[in-house]
């Protein structure tokens, strides 16, 4: 039989030995616990990503990208500027035609004809259309056709009509009067000469 002591003793080391092996499986645990922590790595969330496109690519395809054109308004003098354009070269063409003559033929009934009425033409139809586009379209319409009748071929009009007149080859009062206020306006700043150049000198 187990004396008192005995007894007393075995009571004491049951719950003592219980406590231990409680006490070392915790530790084990987290030991355990904290080894698979460190070995095995903590997952990164991985960021959604909206464009896959890399930045420095970003402006050369939006400078890539087409623009949406603005549609351009036609002018409004467009339906009939076809004509008129052909109206402006046929009078152009015939009065550096005449221009281009020998002054000789300026002297002569048919060539000064044919050079007064061609200049006459020229100078008509220049200031009908200046008046009919200031007329419908105002100062736009005034503008464009100012310059229609500025070209490079136009300026050599002028300065040979000036020249042809300034020399006597013929004079404003050869012009129709429906066609001398707009000759007049081109042959204003000209000094014409009193003499006849088709003269023969003695």
């Not at 959604?48 to 949406?68: D, K, L, Q």
């Not at 003098?77 to 004509?83: C, D």
């Not at 080859?169 to 204003?188: I, T």
Request: proline share 6%; charged share 20%.
């Amino acid at each position: 039989m187990d004396t008192p002591q005995n007894v007393l003793m075995n009571t004491v080391k049951h719950p003592v030995l219980v406590g231990v092996a409680v006490v070392a499986a915790v530790i084990g645990g987290s030991l355990l616990w904290a080894q698979q922590g460190k070995s095995t790595p903590t997952p990164v969330p991985v960021k959604a990503v909206a464009n896959s496109t890399p930045s420095a690519m970003a402006p050369t395809m939006a400078a890539a990208a087409p623009t949406a054109m603005t549609p351009v308004a036609a002018d409004p003098w467009a339906a009939i500027e076809r004509t008129q354009k052909k109206s402006r070269e046929s009078a152009r063409d015939a009065a550096l035609n005449a221009l281009a003559m020998p002054p000789t033929q300026f002297c002569k009934a048919e060539g000064r004809r044919n050079l007064v009425n061609s200049l006459a033409s020229y100078v008509e139809q220049r200031a009908a259309q200046q008046r009919q586009y200031a007329a419908n379209w105002g100062e736009a319409g005034k503008g464009f056709i100012a310059s229609a009748w500025g070209s490079a071929a136009d300026q050599q009009v002028e300065t040979k009509m000036r020249a042809i007149y300034a020399a006597g080859y013929f004079r404003l009062n050869d012009v129709r009067v429906s066609q001398r206020q707009g000759m007049s306006k081109l042959l204003a700043e000209v000094k014409q000469t009193r003499g006849n150049p088709c003269m023969r000198k003695a």
